[in-house]
């Protein structure tokens, strides 16, 4: 595949957990960065977390603590483990691969968005 391929969402309850994958289109140490972002109806899409080819992770504020980044170089896959998930988490989360780090914040590539995954937190 030619963009990066996301799965995992679903329906769960408030307080619940939740995991996402991202199958990238190429090997994962050719990548800069990954990240995931998302969006809900009425709104732009915003950042959530990022894992840099070195390891480093960044994440939203509204995530902090509560979202965790990872990847798995042999599956070619990184992952973003949701806990504590509140309704507000609702949105259709996208993978993006090989955006940059520009000041502290991750800049996605505008050519690598997965198609999303629908994430619905219950309350």
């Known amino acids: 595949h030619v963009q990066p391929v996301e799965s995992g969402g679903g329906l769960v309850q408030a307080g619940g957990s939740l995991s996402l994958s991202c199958e990238a289109s190429?090997?994962?140490?050719?990548?800069?960065?990954m990240g995931w972002f998302r969006q809900s109806p009425g709104n732009q899409r915003e950042f959530v977390a990022s894992?840099?080819?070195?390891?480093?992770?960044t994440y939203a504020d509204s995530v902090k603590g509560r979202f965790i980044i990872s990847r798995d170089k042999d599956k070619n896959t990184v992952y973003l483990q949701m806990n504590s998930l509140k309704v507000e988490d609702t949105a259709t989360y996208y993978c993006?691969?090989?955006?940059?780090?520009?000041?502290?914040?991750?800049?996605?590539?505008?050519?690598?968005w997965g198609q999303g995954t629908q994430v619905t937190v219950s309350s």
């Open positions: 894992i840099f080819r070195g390891g480093t992770t």
């Open positions: 993006n691969e090989g955006g940059t780090y520009v000041s502290g914040t991750y800049v996605p590539n505008r050519r690598f």
């Open positions: 190429r090997d994962i140490p050719s990548i800069n960065a």
